[in-house]
Nanobody, 118 residues
Framework: QVELVESGGGLVQAGGSLRLSCAAS????????MHWFRQAPGLARELIAN????????YYADVVKGRFTASRDNAKNTGYLQMNDLKPEDTAVYHC???????????WGQGTQVTVSS
């Protein structure tokens, strides 16, 4: 079992930056990828980024490409999502999730609110 604990959300003005953290504990050697999702009110949850735990290879959705950067610190068992040039439409609850390479999202963080004011 892996537990994920998120931190770093908050309120920021448009154009500002935030960094989300997702600290993993437990059987962290099981992690294949860490994923970042967000869900705005009334909208479906969307995958915005992920990172392969072994080598740091990343994926970004077009809507955040060039503004958000996923990274990880294997020694700290922590993933990060650096969010720059934030826009009001980035306002959402952000979740991290992790999988063990079997095609499902095995573990989820509790979510953190990000609010971007115009």
């Amino acid at each position: 079992q892996v537990e994920l604990v998120e931190s770093g959300g908050g309120l920021v003005q448009a154009g500002g930056s935030l960094r989300l953290s997702c600290a993993a504990s437990g059987r962290t050697f099981s992690i294949s990828h860490m994923h970042w999702f967000r869900q705005a009110p009334g909208l479906a949850r969307e995958l915005i980024a992920n990172i392969r735990w072994s080598d740091g290879d990343t994926y970004y959705a077009d809507v955040v490409k060039g503004r958000f950067t996923a990274s990880r610190d294997n020694a700290k068992n922590t993933g990060y999502l650096q969010m720059n040039d934030l826009k009001p439409e980035d306002t959402a609850v952000y979740h991290c999730a992790a999988d063990q390479g079997l095609g499902v999202y095995d573990w989820w963080g509790q979510g953190t609110q990000v609010t971007v004011s115009s």
